[in-house]
Nanobody, 128 residues
Framework: QVQLEESGGGSVQAGGSLKLSCSTSGYSYNTGCAAWFRQAPGKERDGVAGIMSYGKTRVGDSVKGRFTISQDKGQRSLYLQIASLQPEDTGMYYC??????????????????????WGQGTQVTVSS
């Protein structure tokens, strides 16, 4: 059973930075994809950054240059570094893991339906 737990959210001023963490249990870093999603108030959940088992990453066009996804297999953790925070970055941030038996593909790494396991989320609030 895969368990994911996000942390690191908070309230920050625009222009600041945050590093979100996702502690994992039962997730295989050698197969499948993992990703970070953001759900702004009143909006759908969108993929912002994904990482494939061999380390290749993909970042959403709207956050490219400011969001960086990484993983530490030894720490069994995923990370999302967010720089130059903007008010529109406000939302709940979730990490997600793909089923180990599924094939990880570049074209689907930011799609919500790629993932079966989700954390509870961590809130990020950015004030101007």
């Amino acid at each position: 059973q895969v368990q994911l737990e996000e942390s690191g959210g908070g309230s920050v001023q625009a222009g600041g930075s945050l590093k979100l963490s996702c502690s994992t249990s039962g997730y295989s870093y050698n197969t499948g994809c993992a990703a970070w999603f953001r759900q702004a108030p009143g909006k759908e959940r969108d993929g912002v950054a994904g990482i494939m088992s061999y380390g290749k990453t993909r970042v959403g066009d709207s956050v490219k240059g400011r969001f960086t996804i990484s993983q530490d297999k030894g720490q069994r953790s995923l990370y999302l570094q967010i720089a130059s925070l903007q008010p529109e970055d406000t939302g709940m941030y979730y990490c997600a893991a793909q089923k180990a038996s599924e094939r990880c593909e570049w074209r689907t790494v930011l799609r919500e339906d790629t993932y079966v396991d989700w954390g509870q989320g961590t809130q990020v609030t950015v004030s101007s």
